[in-house]
């Protein structure tokens, strides 16, 4: 299993990523490990999308760290016609390792900024998502693995809004005078995403996944080891 330590996907999702770590691939000890990927996603509810690129470092199989960048171009409700730059940097355990089904338990943290409501201010983003994964490892033969997942974490994110006025370009528009209004928006949510993971020798993986993150969505990432 040597060559398969290191690898990891962190997806692109609406607070972002669902973020997950290379572990799932590799057996506990594995030598430790960097990586990187690439992933695309789409807001089925609210037609928002977005690119990300990830890197991450396993150790042993145990915890895994990892950070995405991702790029996020909105759609819908208050933030309809900006443009987000995130970065998600998140931690993982993996709690227990048997058969049938094996535990991980992942962290993460989110930190985003926004642009394109000239002339006014843009508003601002943090948040944090936590929750348990489960799923299991099948050898298809050839080098071949597959490693159905479902994942469900509690989710939030707390954005601020600067203005209200109608000239902004964004869909905070709140005030028909074009007064300023100074607001912060809390959300809380869950994540329940079905993934499935594929990883093919000499260390490319591939990986779809699909569920509820504020609003249905789906994506699919790629990713290789260094």
């Known amino acids: 299993m040597r060559q398969l330590s290191g690898l990891l996907f962190l997806t692109a999702t609406l607070v972002a990523a669902s973020a ?3 572990g799932i691939f590799i057996d506990r000890g594995d030598p430790s490990a960097i990586s990187a990927t690439a992933g695309f996603r789409y807001g089925v509810t609210d037609s928002s999308w977005g690119g990300s690129v990830a890197g991450g470092w396993s150790y042993r199989g145990v915890f895994d760290a990892g950070a995405d960048l991702t790029y996020n171009k909105y759609k ?7 443009t987000g730059m995130r970065v998600s940097p ?11 089904l094996s535990l991980s338990l992942t962290v993460g943290l989110m930190r985003e900024f926004f642009s394109g409501n000239f002339p006014v201010a843009d ?9 348990p994964s489960l799923y299991r490892r099948i050898a298809l033969g050839g080098g071949t693995l597959l490693v159905p997942e479902l994942l469900a974490a509690y989710d939030f994110k707390s954005t601020r809004y600067f203005t209200g006025a109608m000239d902004q370009g964004s869909g905070n528009r709140l005030d028909s005078n074009g007064a300023s209004d100074y607001r ?14 594929l990883l093919f020798n000499p260390g ?10 504020g609003g249905a969505v ?3 990432t790629a990713g290789a080891l260094f």
């Open 20 to 22: 997950h770590a290379q």
């Open 218 to 220: 789906g994506g699919v």
């Open 123 to 131: 508003p601002e983003a943090w948040g944090v998502f936590a929750g």
């Open 76 to 82: 819908g409700g208050s933030l309809d016609g900006e």
């Open 204 to 213: 490319i993986i591939v990986a779809a996944y699909g569920g509820y993150q």
């Open 90 to 100: 998140s931690v993982t355990w993996h709690a227990m390792r048997s058969a049938p």
């Open 184 to 197: 912060t928006e809390r959300k809380h949510s869950a994540r329940v995403l079905a993934k499935l993971n």
